[in-house]
């Protein structure tokens, strides 16, 4: 499935979001050392904050 010429933007899918992917929070969490692999489970990860700095 394509996407509609007139909803591309010059950056593509660039834009800030503020929804993470489960691995994107994962990887987040691991940053700060709050994830372990195998012992903390997948599913009701914390809410991860994500800010675009400009």
Known sequence: MSIH???VSKGGFAAHRNVLSRAERI???KADDKYEQGKTSVFNLPKVRNIKMT
């Open 27 to 29: 990887e987040r969490l």
């Open 5 to 7: 010429g007139t909803f």
